[in-house]
């Protein structure tokens, strides 16, 4: 019987360490967390001695538990640790499992949501970017109804009338909506450019002013990415008009200039020629469409020389590097046929 007694003695002793140290690490982490929110650095002190306390309070909390699991005649934390032990298996424990339960779900959600397939080709497609857009919004989704319920459910054990407590926060929740208008309006945005896939993360767009790649988007925010890796914050409210240069397929424009001197149906032709090579390139043509290269001819008479223009379909995101490519190669090709390119030029006359 003693030894029996002795063995329970120690498991509740070995649960209470370890149920000590989350609460701890969870308060600390929190704590933290709200720390890191703050925007002056002097205030970090503060967060760092309210966890410190945090760790003081729990660690007093086991060991008056402890007190009582032992039976130890110390005061007063033989009477603080009756009360915490009535208080854990009355009530307390339940909270401590719904809170537990609530945090292992919200780490989860983002490994379940790795496990949806994404799309196994290594081409840019609609339909990476839906799954990309509805991963990052089924995340965000998940994880607030997890710590609402989570909180809701706690609460509940601890003796409040939920009912009640959603009923008031119902009436503040209006009054809170009124103030909070442009929130709402971001997400009914949000929602609809989702619905209408709109734009996904993954791809290039313009939104006003501002060009770059979405790198997040949920239903209040969408966040891009310039070339300069400069990262924008654009509520969903605010985008009335938006333009994705990667959706199903794209287009590199590119002017070719050569000068007045040159025999201009001699260089449509070296130009026709170097865009049908460029297109039959085997390191270049996946990045092309099934729809070949155009040489539109002559676009216009500019005051320094005679403007070509060559359209180049190509696949989405892709634009950008055949464009560079044919550039280079269309001026060494010119440079090898003697073809001039018109560039400025000052005449000096003395008089």
């Known amino acids: 019987m003693e030894t029996s007694s002795l063995s329970l003695q120690i498991l509740t002793s070995l649960g209470l360490f370890i ?23 002097r205030d970090d002190r503060y967060w760092r001695l309210a966890g410190w306390l945090w760790w003081g309070l729990v660690g007093l909390g086991v060991f008056s538990l402890g007190v009582f699991v032992w039976r130890m005649p110390l005061e007063p934390f033989y009477p603080w640790g009756q009360r915490l032990y009535g208080w854990l298996g009355e009530r307390g424990l339940a ?9 292992f779900f919200y780490r989860l959600v983002p490994r379940l949501l790795q496990r949806l397939p994404a799309g196994t080709s290594q081409e840019f497609t609609r339909e990476q970017v839906r799954a990309q857009t509805l991963k990052s919004v089924l995340e965000s989704v998940l994880k607030v109804l997890i710590v609402a319920l989570g909180v809701l459910l706690a609460l509940s054990n601890l003796g409040l009338n939920v009912t009640a407590l959603l009923a008031g926060a119902g009436v503040v929740g209006l009054g809170i909506s009124l103030a909070a208008q442009n929130l ?20 290039v767009i313009t939104v006003g002013q501002l060009s770059g790649g979405v790198e997040r988007f949920n239903l209040r925010v969408t966040v891009l990415r310039d070339l300069e890796g400069r990262v924008h914050f654009i509520p969903n409210s605010t985008i009335q008009q938006v333009t994705v240069m990667s959706r199903d397929w794209a287009r590199a424009v590119v002017d070719v200039q050569v000068a007045y001197e040159a025999p201009i149906d001699r260089a449509l032709e070296v130009v026709r020629d170097e865009v049908q090579a460029f297109y039959q390139d085997p390191d270049w043509r996946d990045k092309f ?20 223009r060559v359209l180049l ?26 073809i001039p390119i018109p560039y400025p030029t000052r005449r000096v006359i003395q008089g």
């Open 95 to 103: 909270v401590l499992l719904i809170l537990g339960a609530s945090v």
């Open 313 to 338: 379909n190509a696949k989405p995101k892709e634009q950008w590097a055949l464009g560079r490519e044919f550039r280079r190669r269309i001026k060494l090709r010119l440079d090898a046929e003697g």
């Open 184 to 203: 709402i309006r971001d997400v009914i945005n949000g929602f609809f450019i989702l619905l209408e896939d709109q734009y996904g993360v993954g791809d």
């Open 289 to 308: 469409t099934e729809n070949p290269p155009e040489v539109l001819g002559v676009q216009q008479l500019a005051d320094s020389g005679i403007v070509i």
């Open 19 to 41: 149920l000590g140290f989350w609460l701890g690490r969870a308060g600390a982490a929190l704590l933290g967390w709200l720390g890191r929110l703050t925007p002056e650095a």
